[in-house]
């Protein structure tokens, strides 16, 4: 007889085998086997059953969504946290108190590029009503010029009836309207510029002449005139452009104004010079702005809203185009370029 030992993961099994012949085996020969029923039964009573691993993989992965869960609301409290900073800084903002900004993070995520657009407008928005408050201080004060000079004159009339003068008063009194008139006009032309309105083919060479003929200038104008230059735009704030820049130019020239018209590559230029004093490098952009008086010689005396080239501008702007004091030896030449059409 001979004995085989074997050992399993499930505890010990001892496989006892008897052999009457080793060489030539018979029906009687006997296997035995020897089973160690303790060791296995107490091995299969620790395997937890299939519903139990049911539950305790279920708790596993509820825990495991719920951290997951925890750690996805702090990471979005966190990157959200200097959201809720700028939206708590714009309810802060006011129309009293334009100059506030919001907090900028570091960094260049989408967070911080927000921020800066944010404190882009803030900024424009804030220039913006810079320039309206400005404006309407400009607009008051040259609108209660001429009515303050018209009372004087009629309350001077009413105090001493005999020693006025009846037809300078009106000669006076129509100056004075006359200006207010103006410039009641031009404000509402700069409210109008870059509303919706009809665009048409407009040929600038024809738009040239066309002025030229209803005018009655001191002083002479030359032109030279290109053909097939034409622009999209409106007919009217073009011809005002046209009419402020020869005004300008009639205004402040010594002896003669030129209009010149010609086309450079995709552009459409305009150009008005006069022979009267060049304007010097740091009031050439000042010039354009609503009210602006450079100096005594270009006063209110001289004529003029003080608005004209500030409608020119804002009509080149509308038509995407732009408008602007050129060098010029011996003159002052504005130069206005729209997108040929």
């Known amino acids: 007889m001979s004995r085989l030992w074997a050992r399993s993961s499930r505890g010990r099994v001892t496989v006892i085998a008897s052999a009457i012949a080793a060489l030539a085996p018979t029906p009687s020969a006997q296997v035995g086997v020897a089973v160690d029923k303790g060791a296995i039964g107490r091995r299969t009573r620790s395997v937890p059953s299939a519903k139990t691993m049911k539950v305790i993989v279920l708790a596993h992965l509820t825990a495991f969504a719920a951290l997951a869960g925890w750690a996805g609301w702090v990471a979005t409290g966190r990157a959200l946290r200097p959201v809720a900073t700028m939206r708590s800084e714009l309810d802060d903002a006011n129309a009293r108190d334009l100059s506030r900004r919001v907090t900028q993070p570091p960094g260049d995520d989408e967070v911080a590029r ?17 320039q309206q408050r400005q404006f309407a201080s ?21 105090l001493y009836p005999d020693d006025t003068d009846l037809q300078a008063l009106v000669r006076s009194a129509l100056r004075d309207t006359e200006r207010l008139e103006a410039i009641i006009d031009d404000l509402l032309l700069l409210a109008k510029i870059g509303t919706r309105v009809d665009v048409e083919r407009v040929e600038l060479s024809e738009l040239v002449r066309q002025e030229l003929a209803g005018r009655t200038d001191k002083l002479p104008v030359r032109v030279k005139l290109s053909r097939d230059v034409a622009v999209r735009g409106v007919r009217m704030q073009l011809g005002r452009v ?23 590559g995709d552009q459409a230029v305009l150009a008005v010079e006069n022979d009267g004093a060049d304007i010097p490098l740091e009031d050439r952009e000042r010039i354009f702005d609503r009210f602006a008086r450079l100096d005594a010689a270009r006063s209110r005396d001289a004529g003029g809203t003080g608005l004209g080239l500030a409608i020119a501008r804002d009509v080149a702007i509308a038509h995407r185009g732009d408008i602007r004091v050129e060098d010029c030896p011996g003159c002052a030449r504005f130069v206005l370029r729209l997108p040929a059409g």
Do not use: C, W
């Open 114 to 130: 927000l921020a800066r657009s944010v404190n882009a407008t803030l900024a424009r928005v804030e220039r913006a009503a810079l």
């Open 138 to 158: 400009d607009a008051s004060h040259e609108l209660r010029t001429p009515v303050a000079g018209l009372r004087a004159q009629l309350e001077t009339a009413q």
């Open 242 to 264: 046209l009419a402020n820049l020869l005004d300008n130019a009639q205004r402040y020239g010594n002896s003669e104004v030129r209009v010149i018209v010609t086309r450079e």
